[in-house]
């Protein structure tokens, strides 16, 4: 069973950066589609960016020109994310699509 585990969150102010890391256990490039998912309080979860085992990225229109999403090894997925905002704030999760078993994910908080 593949196993994410997810890191880099934490606190930041309106218009700062934070970078997000998500170890997987196997490679992701056997992986056809890696993406980063968040959840708010009250919620639904939902997919904020995605990379193809061929190197295209998509993002939500939400996270557009804010939030890059790359790999950093063969089992590394990075999501960079600048200008952040107080509605960024929510548990982040890395995951394929389909999505396999969740992690803990990671807590952004965005103070305004």
């Known amino acids: 069973q593949v196993q994410l585990v997810e890191s880099g969150g934490g606190l930041v102010q309106a218009g700062g950066s934070l970078t997000l890391s998500c170890a997987a256990s196997?490679?992701?490039?056997?992986?056809?589609?890696m993406g980063w998912y968040r959840q708010a309080p009250g919620k639904q979860r939902e997919l904020v960016a995605e990379?193809?085992?061929?190197?295209?990225r998509s993002y939500a229109d939400s996270v557009q020109g804010r939030f890059t999403i790359s790999r950093d090894n063969i089992k590394t997925v990075i999501l960079k994310m600048n200008s952040l905002k107080p509605e960024d704030t929510a548990v982040y999760y890395c995951?394929?699509?389909?999505?396999?078993?969740w992690g803990q994910g990671t807590q952004v908080t965005v103070s305004s």
């Open positions: 995951n394929a699509r389909p999505p396999y078993s």
């Open positions: 196997v490679s992701i490039f056997s992986i056809n589609v």
């Open positions: 990379i193809t085992r061929t190197g295209i």
